[in-house]
């Protein structure tokens, strides 16, 4: 079974700082998404990587796949309260393994 | 319109008891799943159906069982409910693996 560890697991920071949480992968995986949870609510899709290497940014959110694919990072500059919330990654596969998460709360 | 929605949202119930959860998504997608997110928040899927079929059981006790009418709707009944089984359940929908939608998650508490 593929496993996704997240790190860190906690993260708590001031509005206004930047940050990266990681995805590691015990093997390669072909594609892997990462999705936020807000409380009370379900994950939500922020991005699917597939390519080695690649980089995708949405707003403030810098998205990397690592070369070797079985790494993803997912960096926010300048936070704010709204990013708060529980960030999954995924594999992208028929089964949506997630991995372990981290639940980043961001204080005013 | 919701894409998935689940009901009910919340379920307190005393154990011994049988419930049941209902999921229905207006995606048009052909996969269903079944997600428990436990206390420390980790989401592990439990059941996968396409297209009315089981496709996924992932070691979940026989006390819970599915049910897919149509490629729509996806339901879970429990048996027996234990103290263990207290989690939020989620449901999600996505066309062949791809992007998942979940639902909002029913909360169940056994008492």
């Known amino acids: 079974t593929q496993l996704l560890e997240q790190s860190p697991q906690f993260l708590s920071i001031q509005e206004g700082e930047n940050l990266t949480v990681y995805c590691n992968s015990s093997?390669?995986?072909?594609?892997l998404q990462w999705y936020r949870q807000e409380p009370g609510e379900g994950p939500v899709l922020l991005v699917t990587v597939v390519t080695g290497g690649e980089v995708k940014k949405l707003k403030r959110l810098t998205f990397q796949f690592g070369d070797a694919r079985k790494d993803s990072s997912l960096h926010i500059t300048a936070a704010q309260p709204g990013d708060t919330g529980l960030y999954l990654c995924a594999l992208g596969n028929e089964k949506l393994t997630f991995g372990t998460g981290t639940r980043l709360t961001i204080i005013p | 319109d919701t894409a998935v929605s689940q009901t009910p949202k919340y379920l307190v119930t005393q154990m011994g008891n049988d419930k049941s959860i209902k999921c229905e998504q207006n995606l048009g997608h052909d996969t269903m799943y079944w997600y428990k997110q436990d206390s420390k928040k980790f989401l592990k899927i439990m059941f996968s159906?396409?297209?009315?079929?089981?496709?996924i059981n992932e070691t979940v006790p026989n006390r819970f069982s599915p049910k897919s009418p149509d490629k729509a709707h996806l339901n879970l009944h429990i048996n027996s409910l234990e103290l263990g089984d207290s989690a939020v359940y989620f449901c999600?929908?996505?066309?062949?693996?791809?992007?998942?939608?979940f639902g909002q998650g029913t909360r169940l508490t056994v008492v």
């Open positions: 999600a929908s996505s066309q062949k693996g791809t992007v998942a939608f």
């Open positions: 093997s390669v995986f072909s594609s």
């Open positions: 159906y396409n297209n009315k079929e089981l496709i």
